[in-house]
């Protein structure tokens, strides 16, 4: 039914980009905020970006302020994090996400989520 597919990750070298992107299946994707998290190694998830259903307000953890920036693609059913600046303490697993209604920093509040992507940033 709902699938969400997150693809992107890979390694790269501290000052390097990224972009990784979220394709939606089996739900009205406009009607859904989306938010992106991450899992580092001995770390518990922790919320990254957020877009609300329009795409007209984001939000963002302090760490990646003016690093991150999340966007989505309604026509498209695609978010996406594009990554510049990259550092070594970004390394982690990372999730999009997907919620009915508005968007929030709290992963509980999730409704659908993806099968994660890999970000490997070597120093």
């Known amino acids: 039914q709902v699938q969400l597919v997150?693809?992107?990750g890979g390694?790269?070298?501290a000052g390097g980009s990224l972009r990784l992107s979220c394709a939606a299946s089996g739900l009205t994707f406009s009607r859904y905020a989306m938010g992106w998290f991450r899992q580092g190694p001995g770390k518990e998830r922790e919320f990254v970006a957020a877009i609300n259903r329009s795409?007209?307000?984001?939000?963002?953890?302090?760490s990646v302020k003016g690093r991150?920036?999340?966007?989505?693609d309604n026509a498209k059913n695609t978010v996406y994090l594009q990554m510049n600046s990259?550092?070594?303490e970004d390394s982690a697993v990372y999730y999009c996400a997907a919620r009915q209604g508005g968007f929030c920093v709290d992963?509980?509040?999730?409704?659908?989520w993806g099968q994660?992507?890999?970000v490997t940033v070597s120093s």
């Open 6 to 8: 997150d693809s992107g």
């Open 11 to 13: 390694l790269v070298q």
């Open 55 to 62: 795409g007209s307000s984001t939000e963002y953890v302090d």
């Open 68 to 72: 991150f920036t999340i966007s989505r």
């Open 86 to 88: 990259l550092k070594p």
């Open 107 to 112: 992963l509980r509040r999730y409704d659908y």
């Open 116 to 118: 994660g992507t890999q």
